[in-house]
């Protein structure tokens, strides 16, 4: 269930429930006790985190490394 807030609060705090929404929370704004609009985080957010992870992983297939490249990189790590 959506927390509620009614919309003279969530007209004064605005910055304070943006910051809460982009952190993942979600409302209910009410006026006169009535819902009338859920705030909810933005899809579109995750979809650009998504697309430059896609991105990083394409970039990083087309990179190849050497067996002799491997191995340094093993030895490097167990020192």
Request: charged share 35%; aromatic share 2%.
């Amino acid at each position: 269930m959506l927390e509620k807030i009614g919309s003279y609060d969530a007209k004064t705090k605005l910055p304070e429930i943006l910051r809460r929404v982009e952190a993942g929370e979600a409302f209910t704004i009410t006026n006169r006790g009535k819902p009338v609009a859920d705030l909810i985080p933005s899809r579109s957010g995750h979809r650009l985190k998504t697309e430059a992870a896609i991105t990083n992983i394409l970039k990083a297939k087309k990179h190849k490394t050497s067996d002799v490249e491997l191995n340094e990189l093993k030895e490097s790590g167990r020192k």
